[in-house]
């Protein structure tokens, strides 16, 4: 098998030839920038910029020479983008490491601290000294309220949160005539360029995105008080995500795999929401996403969804989703043996591969090829299952954990 059709194959519940592995194929699988560089370091590899993609949660771009070291199966579209060095700007990791971050991101230093900005200069994160991360510092529609909105300009705000203005590579691309064929050409050329599957991340958050907007809690509180006003909200920004998917899906459609949803709909203590709230607010948009996708392409949908949702199970999958990922395994709710028996004919499990809360930073590399090797024992039975770790590699994680943890999903 390929990588493509390893992973096609795990999708699609049949066993492989190995594990399929994901490591940086979509924006929760991937690992903050001061640990790659690290990792490099640690692995003897040669000196390369480290980039930047994902400036919020500061993830690198893992080089092709990583890839191939591990047998990474997967690819995100977005490294079709931005392949020249004047794409990139030099800028600093907040542990002093030289890196490189995309042209267009809009920074300034406040003192000690870094703000990033839109386009306008809009103020829309912080990453404050001893920080490793940008936070959002700025929710657009946070004084007006559900209750009192009217949602006509919706689209335009969505661009005002720091989660939906700073772009990862191919996302900068206006969906316009021009954008459009930009997009299509890129993804082309990924597609002729690599056998491995290719993830194309297009968002079309439910319930994160009125967090973003409205900021969490008022928005919670807000599905309670003003359950029509919320449902009305969610009407309006499905049908501001399925006029995008359209467009998007024309154009790189023929050239994915896999196309990435998100919604972080659990906590470590289970959902964040109820069966029933699920199935009234969100289901019926997600069905109609989802299922719109698969209409426009050949594409399994995967959700990116944190955190315990074993209750949701059921009616996610009913609504037509395919994968799950990180599949947040020390979450109430989320034994892997519960899970696989459960549903694994159902769907496939993205992810759970190795903790990251407690394994991958401080076990021994002796103890964590253990976990990974118990764990893979009980998710790859009759496929639906693609390694990685338990959403990504954070920066206090030693380079020699990291290794060992990808080292033990295929061992020679």
């Known amino acids: 098998m390929n990588p493509r059709e390893r992973v096609l194959s795990a999708l699609n519940h049949r066993e492989t030839d190995r594990v399929p592995v994901d490591l940086g194929g979509h924006r929760s699988s991937g690992i903050a920038a001061i640990a790659y560089a690290k990792l490099r370091k640690h692995l003897g590899l040669p000196d390369k910029p480290i980039r930047v993609y994902d400036m919020v949660q500061q993830l690198a771009i893992v080089d092709e020479d990583v890839?191939?070291?591990?047998?990474?199966?997967?690819?995100?579209?977005?490294?079709?983008?931005?392949?020249?060095?004047?794409?990139?700007?030099?800028?600093?990791?907040?542990?002093?490491?030289?890196?490189?971050?995309?042209?267009?991101?809009?920074?300034?230093?406040?003192?000690?601290?870094?703000?990033?900005?839109?386009?306008e200069g809009l103020e829309l994160g912080l990453l404050k000294k001893g920080s490793l991360y940008f936070e959002q510092t700025h929710f657009p529609l946070m004084e007006r309220g559900i209750e009192n909105d009217d949602f006509i300009d919706l689209k335009?705000?969505?661009?005002?949160?720091?989660?939906?203005?700073?772009?990862?590579?191919?996302?900068?691309?206006?969906?316009d005539d021009e954008?459009?064929?930009?997009?299509?050409?890129?993804a082309k050329a990924l597609r002729a360029s690599t056998d491995r599957a290719i993830i194309g991340l297009f968002g079309g958050n439910m319930f994160e995105i009125?967090?973003?907007?409205?900021?969490?809690?008022?928005?919670?509180?807000?599905?309670?008080?003003?359950?029509?006003?919320?449902?009305?909200?969610?009407?309006?920004?499905?049908?501001?995500?399925?006029?995008?998917?359209?467009?998007?899906?024309?154009?790189?459609?023929?050239?994915?795999?896999?196309?990435?949803?998100?919604?972080?709909?659990?906590?470590?203590?289970?959902?964040?929401?109820?069966?029933?709230?699920?199935?009234?607010?969100?289901?019926?948009?997600?069905?109609?996403?989802?299922?719109?996708?698969?209409?426009?392409?050949?594409?399994?949908?995967?959700?990116?969804?944190?955190?315990?949702?074993?209750?949701?199970?059921?009616?996610?999958?009913?609504?037509?989703?395919?994968?799950?990922?990180?599949?947040?395994?020390?979450?109430?709710g989320m034994d892997p043996d519960s899970l696989k028996q459960a549903f694994g004919d159902q769907i496939t499990f993205w992810g759970g591969g190795c903790d990251t809360q407690k394994i991958l930073p401080s076990a021994s590399p002796v103890e964590i090829q253990k976990h990974v090797r118990e764990l893979i024992t009980i998710f790859r039975q009759g496929g639906g299952f693609v390694f990685q770790q338990v959403h990504n590699i954070l920066a206090n994680v030693p380079p020699e954990n990291i290794a060992a943890m990808l080292e033990a999903v295929n061992p020679e």
């Open 179 to 186: 954008g459009l064929t930009a997009l299509a050409d890129r």
């Open 210 to 332: 009125p967090q973003f907007l409205y900021r969490m809690d008022h928005y919670l509180l807000a599905t309670g008080l003003f359950f029509d006003k919320s449902l009305e909200l969610s009407e309006k920004l499905c049908e501001i995500h399925m006029d995008n998917l359209e467009k998007w899906l024309s154009a790189v459609g023929p050239y994915i795999d896999i196309i990435l949803f998100g919604d972080d709909l659990g906590g470590q203590q289970g959902p964040l929401i109820s069966p029933d709230t699920y199935r009234t607010l969100y289901k019926p948009f997600h069905k109609k996403l989802w299922n719109r996708a698969k209409e426009l392409a050949d594409v399994k949908v995967q959700l990116h969804c944190c955190g315990g949702v074993y209750e949701l199970l059921p009616d996610l999958i009913d609504a037509g989703l395919d994968a799950i990922n990180p599949v947040q395994i020390t979450s109430r």
């Open 67 to 119: 890839l191939d070291l591990f047998s990474i199966d997967t690819v995100e579209m977005g490294r079709g983008f931005l392949l020249h060095d004047e794409d990139w700007k030099p800028w600093v990791l907040p542990d002093g490491t030289p890196c490189e971050i995309p042209f267009y991101t809009n920074l300034e230093k406040q003192d000690e601290d870094w703000l990033i900005f839109d386009d």
């Open 156 to 175: 335009d705000q969505l661009g005002k949160s720091i989660w939906t203005a700073v772009p990862h590579p191919g996302a900068h691309i206006d969906l």
